[in-house]
Every structure is written in C-alpha cells, then in structure tokens.
Nanobody
C-alpha cells in the first residue's frame, strides 16, 4: 500500500485547511488510519486516528475540538480537516495505515505499517 498525502500549505492563524491521504496498490478498508505530525526539532507525534469502519476516532488533546478525521473507503482516502489553526500546528503531517485494534494502540507510531511522504503545513501571520 502506498499513501500520498496532500493539501498542505501556508495559512494564517485561525484559518482552516484540509489534508487528504490517498492510497494506491491496495485497499484501506481493512486498516486503521492515522495522522501524525513532526515539527522542526521535535519527534513525530500522534494527531488523530480512525478505525477501518469509521465508527471510532481518537485525537490528541492539542487538536481535539479543532481537527476532524474522516475516511471514504470507497475512494480509498482519509481526510484531516483542521480548523482554527495555530502557529504551534506548524509541522509536516503524515498519514499512516496500520492493523491496530484499540484506540490506544492507534496513538503509537509502532502500530502503523505504511506511511505517506508527508505534507507541510505552516501557520504564520
């Protein structure tokens, strides 16, 4: 499975932005999907995750209430809608697919088998 993240860019604080992650070479319908991000000089951190069925989601505390993860298995695509962006949201955002079962496992990088190349989001005035 190859993952291609897109949608990053430069936005101002308070703006919204949507990221997409399209899969090829396989189907995402049996995988849990996640978004992680890595800011300069920092480790990659969990942002959001969604079960293969789309019925359960998990978010990092720093983005809860502002970000929404969703998926369309028919389109083999997962999305991250980001509202009220802050400068501290600046990072390279990565999508990932994995066979995790619990939402706790969904927050762990080690539970993901496939990673996209990342897309840069810069929030600055």
């Amino acid at each position: 499975v190859q993952l291609q993240a897109s949608g990053g860019g430069l936005v101002q604080p308070g703006d919204s932005l949507g990221l997409s992650c399209a899969a090829s070479g396989g189907t995402l319908s049996s995988y849990g999907m996640g978004w992680f991000r890595q800011a300069p000089g920092k480790e990659r951190e969990f942002v959001a995750a969604i079960r293969w069925s789309g019925g359960n989601t998990a978010y990092a505390g720093s983005v809860k209430g502002r970000f929404t993860i969703s998926r369309d298995n028919a389109k083999n695509t997962v999305y991250l809608t980001m509202n009220n962006l802050k400068p501290e949201d600046t990072a390279v955002y990565y999508c990932a697919a994995g066979g995790w079962s619990s939402l706790y496992d969904a927050t762990l990088r080690s539970r993901y088998d496939y990673w996209g190349q990342g897309t840069l989001v810069t929030v600055s005035s």
